[in-house]
């Protein structure tokens, strides 16, 4: 397996100078989640961290892109990052990241700082519920629906996300709030960080940047409301005092036209932001916008087949 791992890694030395992997978490588990398939456990993030530590360079996203710009990047170089900004990234996260010495940066949606989940992380909790074998979707327009097993309660998950990703903010919390209060459902674990716990991450070395008030889709908004979604965003990171004076920002979503438009990206440069970051798969490279900069999955869990996988992105870019 060693041997392996030294054959990519001197393959990647070869053809990754000013090539920028920044690889893409939302979070880490104690153990796996067939709702969350492609979230790593904590020790397959701590196995594809000791190959980060063994086989890369890692650096923080500003200190990166700083090098990239100006085509001094070293090879091998890689980035971590978080979307949305939950508590695991702060309790078996960072630790591990700690553990290997590898900086990181969540980006973070700051409506979700006082005990209020997600939107989506209430429906995935509504419909894995075992107690629950009923559920009324005529809110919704989806009827009826008997539950008898997992792959019924997985798929009724992704339609309904589906259904309501796109909608409006306020249509979307009502729509949610109704779902669960007519399945008498109330969520139980709080799974967002809180003000003090996000200011908690800077002792591991992991930064915080933007990621919008409410997480919404940028692209049904009016330029206005987007603006407003980013300096709600800005103004609390600051006021909490997370914010680092070369602040990056992750799309929601983060499929350009699908999630977000040009008229987003032009809007996040204009308003200061350093960078921005989308989920289309990709390598970043001097050429790259900046405010719309690729990043890598994370989601290949076995060690080989993740290392393998980052080599061949590396190759493409």
Request: glycine share 4%; with cysteine.
């Amino acid at each position: 397996m060693n041997v392996a791992h030294r054959v990519i890694h001197g393959i990647s030395s070869l053809v990754s100078g000013n090539k920028l992997p920044i690889l893409n978490y939302h979070q880490v588990l104690e153990q796996p989640d067939p709702y969350r398939p492609c979230t790593p456990t904590a020790q397959q993030f701590r196995g594809q961290m000791r190959i980060l530590q063994r086989y890369f360079t890692p650096l923080g996203v500003e200190e990166a892109l700083t090098l990239l710009r100006q085509h001094k990047l070293p090879a091998n170089s890689i980035c971590v990052t978080f979307d949305d900004g939950y508590l695991n990234n702060l309790t078996l996260a960072a630790p591990i990241l700690h553990e290997f010495n590898i900086p990181a940066t969540v980006y973070v949606a700051s409506a979700f700082t006082n005990s209020e989940n997600m939107w989506n992380d209430k429906i995935i909790d509504l419909f894995r519920d075992e107690l629950h074998t009923e559920y009324d979707l005529s809110l919704i327009n989806a009827g009826v629906h008997v539950i008898i097993n997992h792959e019924q309660r997985h798929q009724l998950i992704v339609t309904v996300l589906g259904q309501l990703k796109y909608m409006q903010i306020e249509q979307r919390v009502s729509l949610v709030d109704r779902l669960l209060a007519r399945h008498q459902y109330q969520c139980k674990d709080v799974k967002m960080m809180n003000q003090l716990q996000l200011q908690q991450l800077k002792n591991y070395g992991i930064t915080v940047g933007a990621h919008t008030h409410d997480h919404p889709i940028m692209a049904v908004l009016s330029l206005e409301e987007q603006r407003w979604q980013l300096t709600k965003n800005i103004d609390c990171l600051a006021k909490w005092q997370v914010a680092s004076p070369a602040m990056g920002f992750a799309y929601p979503n983060g499929k350009v036209e699908e999630d977000y438009t040009q008229a987003t990206a032009n809007l996040v440069n204009e308003m200061g932001l350093s960078y921005a970051v989308t989920t289309h798969r990709g390598i970043c490279t001097p050429d790259s916008d900046f405010f719309q900069l690729p990043r890598s999955p994370s989601w290949e869990k076995r060690p080989l087949r993740f290392h393998l996988r980052l080599l061949l992105d590396i190759i493409r870019a």
